[in-house]
């Protein structure tokens, strides 16, 4: 599986970005797609994820009813939208992927950093 992540920059706190995620290689339907992120000088961080196959997601606690997972299965893509941004959701985001069956994520992109300023 490749992955390629897009769509990070420079916000304002309070605004939004969408992160974007291009994934190929593979038949999807039996992978759940994550993203990551990690700041300076902190713990990598599972944001949140969603399984291909069925739509279900999950949310860490710092973004729930903040950001949105989703997915687009014709066009292969992952989506990571994000409002009401804080300075402390600065971070080099990550599109992670795995399979169901598997309790590690063993594909990664290259990350795109999202910096928020107060």
């Known amino acids: 599986v490749q992955l390629q992540a897009s769509g990070g920059g420079l916000v304002q706190a309070g605004g939004s970005l969408r992160l974007s995620c291009a994934v190929s290689?593979?038949?999807?339907?039996?992978?759940?797609m994550a993203w990551f992120r990690q700041a300076p000088g902190k713990e990598r961080e599972m944001v949140a994820t969603v399984i291909w196959s069925g739509g279900g997601t999950y949310y860490a606690d710092s973004v729930k009813g903040r950001f949105t997972i989703s997915r687009d299965n014709r066009k292969n893509m992952v989506y990571l939208q994000m409002n009401s941004l804080k300075p402390d959701d600065t971070a080099v985001y990550y599109c992670?992927?795995?399979?169901?069956?598997?309790?590690?994520?063993?594909?990664w992109g290259q990350g795109t950093l999202v910096t928020v300023s107060s």
């Open positions: 290689g593979r038949t999807l339907s039996n992978y759940v």
């Open positions: 992670t992927a795995r399979l169901r069956v598997a309790s590690e994520y063993s594909y």
